[in-house]
């Protein structure tokens, strides 16, 4: 079983940068593809970023292509979003997401609010 807790959430004023990290624990990340979704209030929810198990491929939403890179330290068993040029449209829940072979796993979410 797969435990994923993100961290690294907060308040940031638009144009500002976060980076947000999901550890995993309780089973190995080889083959485990990750990804990061996002749930603004109201809204269902949307995926913003993937990146594929050894890092080597990485897909993202049009709304963040170039404010946002995905990336993951296997050695760490962790993975990250960097947010840059933060939006407010990019407030929301960000959730991590593990999936290999139509198993999937989710983390508990960490708020991201951008305002001034």
């Known amino acids: 079983q797969l435990q994923l807790v993100e961290s690294g959430g907060g308040l940031v004023q638009p144009g500002g940068s976060l980076r947000l990290s999901c550890a995993a624990s309780g089973a190995n990340l080889n083959f485990y593809a990750f990804a990061w979704f996002r749930q603004a209030p109201g809204k269902e929810r949307e995926f913003v970023a993937s990146?594929?198990?050894?890092?080597?491929?990485?897909y993202y939403a049009t709304a963040v292509k170039g404010r946002f890179t995905i990336s993951r330290d296997n050695a760490k068993n962790t993975v990250y979003l960097q947010m840059d040029g933060l939006k407010p449209d990019d407030t929301a829940v960000y959730y991590c997401?593990?999936?290999?072979?139509?198993?999937?796993?989710w983390g508990q979410g960490t708020q991201v609010t951008v305002s001034s």
């Open positions: 990146i594929d198990w050894d890092g080597d491929n990485t």
């Open positions: 997401n593990a999936n290999r072979g139509g198993t999937t796993f």
